[in-house]
């Protein structure tokens, strides 16, 4: 007799964990949670093209480990990481490891548990886990991106098991990113980038803003990342301490926003001696800048819409900052019904 | 028929204190039986307490962990020796069950063992898809979880934790590597299973498709590897460099050995005082301590302070990427030693 769990970690789509095994009375349990017909289309995986449903949606949904209420997080996800200028297309082949990460805002995601306190980019909170666990199946059983085959990534990145945060409204001293974007307070709102893992940035000594945020507009440089040679997305996730640093010396989300942008970056002269640097692609950036001036300054972020400043963690001194990718994808977000 | 989620076996396990949030393998008396066909060893066996929460791991604990996890038995020697190498005083497990950053152990083994098994060290060895590498670090994680309590909100502070701990578990790209392994630089034989284990972050990734020889290429990774508010910079720490094969091999066709390529970047990898002081961690006695003169602001502070620390693989697919995983800050010293397949 086949054990259930060794006939899925044989598949050629497994992420090699475990799934739920899908039977009918499980997969009719999941679709309690939607009003949506089951056999609704959402569209197509790129490369393989395999058309997804409703009902697809929620089998996937269902072995990742999500709970029916999650179900309506998976379905608003899919149509926005669907959208052209989003190009799944080229992140599910391209060398690099970039993942989709989700950023959940609104009232849903607080009811249905998705963490954005301790420990939200790591293991232990079934929503987070489960959420993005279910896309990336999606991602490699309908969209055929595994590696090796579809896809050519070099390394990957841990990110690509799962991905999906939410800020700590309990203690963002500002807005969400969604009210930021002009969302309603109330709105159940997804934004989704293409990032690599987080890279963590520790600061236990800045008492102002200035130190703080140079420090992080460091962690948002580097020779070899991508955001230096080409328009990418970048997230920024602030510690709630480090977030509440500026708040208390009159920083507005807005203000740290610009800061950022502003300041984070290298000059030609330093960017010039490794990594991706290249004339032509400087050449290409939507902002003038002179290749042949060493002193000229690159900024990380090529517009400003291309950041997405987050507030999220437990409390400690501590922001993440997550890099983007190379090969042309914007940002997406859009609200999602909680209740369809 | 409505499933009733409180007999579902999936949901048990998902409401434990200690899930990952991921399904488990349903751990039947059977199917421990056929993870323990992994091993010759006996059940009762104790590999060691587990930090904080101290519960004392024995083969069969560790076996049942493997099963939920996912494991083929084969696997289990790994987690096995993976286990017994992490309790050792140096590697300091107790401190990063507890702490307020996010760095995970990770286990980078070598040796035909790991082959044998299907470890995977080509395209994409770092993210999902490959059932050896994904379940011998979750089985890691599960055991920190329910054994040691380093669940985040209760005996684990991590502000923001990383995917990392999820599962993290390498392997080298033998085949296209120009050099010999980890291991074979520090001494083991190539047919010896080793394991080295580091506590680091997710990788950062560090492209370089311009690079033509050494010397640029190594000056971007360099550049990776320093960040004002990365800990290898403030205290000693470890720090794990994976190179691309194809990166790997510029540095090889230009004559570079593989200690040439490490010893570089343990010289070149750094920032100035003057620079380290404008944002991120940076105190004068943290300075004093790694013997840096903080009045100096010409003086090069070195990323990695011990070359020991620096822990240089070659692994991934064909590509111009490094990747590269920076360290912790609480005092943790890699360990590395030879695991028995038994």
Not at chain 2, 27 to 36: C, F, G, H, V, Y
Not at chain 2, 93 to 119: R, S
């Amino acid at each position: 007799m086949i054990d259930e769990f060794e006939f899925f970690l044989d598949k050629p789509w497994s992420d090699g964990l475990p799934v739920v095994t899908p039977t009918e009375a499980r997969l009719a349990t999941m679709l309690a949670a939607t009003r949506r017909y089951p056999d609704e289309p959402i569209g197509r995986i790129p490369p393989a093209m395999e058309p997804v449903t409703v009902r697809i949606a929620a089998i996937h949904a269902l072995m990742a480990g999500c709970r029916p209420e999650y179900l309506p997080v998976v379905l608003g996800a899919l149509p926005l990481m669907l959208r052209e200028e989003f190009n799944l297309n080229g992140v599910q082949g391209t060398m690099h490891g970039v993942a989709p990460l989700m950023i959940v805002n609104g009232p849903h995601a607080a009811r249905i548990g998705i963490n954005g306190g301790n420990g939200c980019f790591g293991p232990g909170f079934r929503a987070n886990a489960t959420i993005g666990r279910a896309i990336r199946l999606m991602l490699l059983n309908l969209g055929g991106g595994m590696a090796g085959i579809a896809s050519a990534t070099i390394f990957a990145t841990p990110m690509r098991y799962t991905a999906c945060v939410t800020e700590n409204r309990g203690r963002s001293p500002w807005e969400s990113l969604a009210v930021s974007k002009g969302y309603a307070d109330d709105d159940d709102v997804l934004t989704c980038a293409m990032v690599e893992s987080p890279r963590l940035h520790f600061d236990d000594v800045s008492q102002a803003p200035e130190r703080l945020l140079t420090g992080i507009a460091d962690g948002m440089t580097a020779l070899g990342s991508w955001n230096m040679h080409a328009r990418s997305d970048m997230v920024v996730a602030m510690g709630p301490q480090h977030a509440t640093i500026c708040e208390r010396a009159g920083m507005s989300r807005a203000d740290v926003h610009r800061w950022l942008v502003e300041r984070a970056g290298r000059t030609v002269g330093d960017l010039k001696r490794g990594g991706n640097w290249r004339r032509e692609r400087a050449l290409q950036f939507p902002i003038a800048v002179d290749p042949d001036d060493d002193a000229c300054f690159i900024p990380t972020l090529k517009d400003p819409i291309d950041l997405q400043l987050i507030v999220a963690g437990g409390w400690g001194p501590c922001t993440a900052i997550c890099h983007g990718w190379s090969g042309g994808s914007r940002a997406v977000h859009g609200h999602y019904d909680a209740e369809a | 028929m409505i499933v009733d989620q409180a007999l579902d076996p999936f949901e048990f396990f998902f409401d434990k204190p200690w899930s990952d949030g991921l399904p488990v393998v349903t751990p039947t008396a059977e199917r421990l039986a056929w993870m323990l066909s992994g091993t010759t060893r006996e059940p009762d066996e104790v590999i060691g307490p587990v930090p904080p929460a101290m519960n004392v791991a024995t083969v069969r604990d560790v076996a049942l962990h493997a099963v939920m996890a996912g494991c083929l038995p084969a696997c289990l020697p790994v987690v096995l020796g993976g286990l017994a190498i992490m309790l050792r005083e140096a590697f300091n497990l107790n401190g990063v069950q507890g702490t307020m950053h996010g760095v995970a152990p990770l286990m980078i083994v070598n040796g035909p063992y790991a082959a044998k098994i299907g470890l995977h060290g080509g395209n994409g060895c770092l993210g999902p898809g490959f059932r050896a590498n994904t379940t011998i670090g979750r089985a890691i994680r599960l055991i920190l979880l329910n054994l040691g309590g380093g669940i985040p909100g209760l005996a684990s502070a991590t502000v923001l934790s990383s995917p990392q701990r999820y599962t993290a578990c390498w392997t080298e790209n033998t085949e296209r590597s120009p050099w010999e392994t980890l291991a074979v630089a520090r001494g083991y034989a190539p047919h010896d299973d080793v394991i080295t284990c580091a506590m680091v972050e997710a990788p950062r990734l560090c492209y370089d498709d311009v690079s033509q020889e050494p010397v640029r290429l190594l000056t971007g990774i360099a550049d990776t590897m320093a960040a004002m508010s990365s800990w290898n910079m403030h205290v000693r720490s470890d720090m794990v460099v994976v190179l691309s094969p194809e990166q790997a091999t510029l540095c090889a066709q230009a004559g570079w050995s593989r200690a040439n390529t490490h010893d570089w970047l343990v010289a070149h990898g750094g920032m100035l005082v003057a620079e380290m002081k404008r944002g991120g961690n940076w105190r004068d006695e943290r300075a004093r301590r790694i013997g840096v003169d903080p009045t100096d602001d010409s003086a090069f502070v070195p990323v990695i302070k011990q070359p020991q620390d620096l822990h240089l693989i070659v692994a991934g697919g064909w590509g111009p990427v490094s990747a590269v995983a920076h360290g912790w800050g609480g005092g943790s010293r890699a360990v590395h030693g030879i695991y028995e397949v038994r």
